[in-house]
Structure formats: structure tokens, C-alpha cells
């Protein structure tokens, strides 16, 4: 009966959601915006409105089901410390395993390379543009910012998490911002271009790979997953799909709506010419009203969001490459 009780009571707790559990909302949600969302309007809003009104209604249960079934994955391992790589060996074997997780680490270490170059480049163009300063060598600039990024997550995961979740409230606000800030502008020229309806199941599938890079972050899941089951055991399956579903809901709020809100307050024209200039949304929007608001709020919300990306994908790379050091070192002692 007092052990019928203690889980009984063990489940409610877990089934509460907690200031952790937002603050690993935050940072999942902090992994999946990065620089992809600045050029999400452009790239997703160019096939017109209603396209994108139906790549907003897939988006939900496509980026909750997914990151939820790669963390029920994570958790069908035997043991309670193992992350993905040893999920992956001990489900499909070594060799199934090296294969997998040779395509896992280089799916994602370019983007880590990318966010690198991102970075340096917008602080780059901040410090020369609003500040009036010189360029800093690039070698100089970039090894500075990747060494204190990589720093944040060599010095332990709650460091990072701390500072993933302090990075994401401004880039809420700014995010949130700037989309109410447009509202003034908003138009119904997107809404009364009438698509070619034979066109747009093409456009839809067509954006969906912009949609899965702008709200994805199954680079942290592994590692997010393995805390989550140390943490509750067995209970860890109700956490993951409650922090995930929260995630997903973030995601869908905020960022849809600042997708919204630039895809309205922009014209069809004017939405090919951004994407022929192959610039970022603020960029753009910055171009055209001209705006000293936006100038310095653009490299901000950059700056956060390829941050934050650069701390899930950078543990999702080291995850990776840590699976494979193991396995070449299993391989190279069995053969002695």
C-alpha cells in the first residue's frame, strides 16, 4: 500500500511542471532558433500566404512527434547513462552504430562550423557599423568569440544551460518585439495574391526542410534526455514529452508569429527581392524603413540566437565524435 502510494505520489510530481523544466523549454527552444529563423520569412513566405498558413499547421506536430520520439529513443537504452551514440550500438550493433554515428556527427558538425562563421561575421558588422570601430582581425575575432562559446560548455552543462536561458528571455522579447513593432505595416497584398493551387502541395514540401533546420534541435536532445533520466528514472518518458511539448509550443507561438508578422508587413515583390539579395529578414526590413531601432536590434537577436544554437550543436558534435573516438578504441583493442 506505501509503495502504491509513494509512486502514485512520484508521478504527480513528475507530471508538474517545474522551473526546470522551463528552463530546459528555454534552452531547447534557444538550440532550435538560430540563424535559419532570421531567413525563415523570406524562404517559407515566398511560395505566398496560404502556403505558409498550412506549413504553420504541420510544423507543431511535426517538431513535437519527432524531438519526442528521438528522446523515447534516447530512454529505450538498458543503461540509465547512456546518450544516443550508445542507444544507436546497443539497437543496431558496432558497425550499425558506427555508421549512424558517423552520419550523426557530420550532420551537424558543419552547422557548428556555420554558426562560427555567423557569429563572427555579425559581431564583425556590429562593431564596424554601429560602433564605428575597425575590423578586428578575423582570426583574432573569431578564435575570441568560438573560444568563449566553446567555454560555456567545457565548464559543465549547467553553466550553459544558465547561460542558454538567460540568452533566449531577450531574444523572446526582441523576437516578440519586432513583431508587434511590424503590425503597424501589415498589409493584405500577401493574403490577396491567390496561389496556383496545383503548385502549392510543391511549395509546401519544398519548405519543409527550412522549416525542420529553423525549429530543430535534436542536437541537444541526447544530452537533455540523459539528465531527464537520471533525474526521474523511470519517469523521465512523462518529463521529456512534457519539456518537448513545451518546446514545441514555443516555438510554434513565438517564432510563427514573428514569421507571420514580416511575411504581412511586406509586399510579394518585396519579399523576391530579399530573397534574391540572399539577405537576412532584418537586414531587409532594416533597409527599407530605415530604421535605427531595428539596425541595433537585428545583430542582437543574431547574436543570441546563433549563441544559443552554437551551444546544442556544439554538444550534439562532441557527443558524436566521442561515440566514434570509442568505438575506433574498442575496434583497435579487440584487434590486440
Known amino acids: 500500500m506505501n509503495t502504491t502510494t509513494t509512486v502514485t505520489s512520484a508521478t504527480q510530481s513528475t507530471g508538474k511542471w517545474t522551473y526546470k523544466d522551463f528552463v530546459w523549454s528555454l534552452s531547447l527552444f534557444g538550440t532550435a532558433v538560430g540563424a535559419g529563423v532570421l531567413f525563415l520569412p523570406i524562404k ?20 513535437w512527434f519527432a524531438h519526442k520520439g528521438l528522446a523515447r529513443f534516447v530512454l529505450s537504452a538498458s543503461n540509465t547513462d547512456s546518450d544516443i551514440t550508445d542507444t544507436v ?19 551537424i558538425y558543419p552547422i557548428v562550423l556555420i554558426y562560427g562563421v555567423g557569429i563572427t561575421n555579425t559581431v564583425d558588422s556590429f562593431l564596424v557599423h554601429q560602433f564605428g570601430m575597425e575590423s578586428i582581425p578575423r582570426w583574432l575575432l ?35 518585439a519586432l513583431s508587434v513593432f511590424l503590425i503597424p505595416d501589415w498589409n493584405t497584398s500577401m493574403i490577396e495574391t491567390s496561389p496556383d493551387w496545383s503548385t502549392v502541395p510543391l511549395i509546401v514540401w519544398l519548405a519543409i526542410p527550412i ?6 534541435h535534436s542536437p541537444i536532445i541526447s544530452q537533455f534526455t540523459k ?23 514555443m516555438l510554434m507561438g513565438f517564432v510563427m508569429f514573428f514569421v507571420f508578422s514580416v511575411v504581412l508587413s511586406l509586399t510579394p515583390e518585396q519579399l523576391t527581392m530579399a530573397q534574391e539579395q540572399n539577405i537576412s529578414v532584418l537586414s531587409y526590413i532594416a533597409n527599407v524603413h530605415e530604421s535605427p531601432l531595428i539596425s541595433y536590434l537585428g545583430p542582437i537577436v543574431a547574436l543570441a540566437a546563433i549563441t544559443s544554437s552554437y551551444f546544442g ?23 590486440c
Open 89 to 107: 550500438e546497443e539497437h543496431f550493433g558496432k558497425t550499425g552504430a558506427n555508421l549512424i554515428t558517423f552520419a550523426y556527427f557530420f550532420a
Open 211 to 216: 522549416i525542420v533546420f529553423s525549429f530543430n
Open 227 to 249: 539528465s531527464q533520466r537520471q533525474e526521474h528514472g523511470e519517469h523521465a518518458v512523462v518529463k521529456t514529452d512534457m519539456i518537448t511539448a513545451g518546446a514545441a509550443m
Open 44 to 63: 517559407a513566405g515566398a511560395g505566398g500566404f496560404w502556403p505558409l498558413v498550412i506549413l504553420a499547421l504541420i510544423a507543431a506536430p511535426m517538431t
Open 142 to 176: 573569431s578564435g575570441a568569440l568560438i573560444s568563449l562559446m566553446t567555454a560555456g560548455v567545457v565548464f559543465g552543462k549547467e553553466l550553459m544551460l544558465k547561460a542558454t536561458s538567460a540568452m533566449v528571455y531577450p531574444l523572446v522579447f526582441i523576437l516578440l
Open 313 to 335: 550543436h556544439f554538444l550534439g558534435a562532441h557527443e558524436g565524435l566521442v561515440g566514434l573516438v570509442k568505438s575506433i578504441k574498442s575496434r583497435s583493442c579487440s584487434s
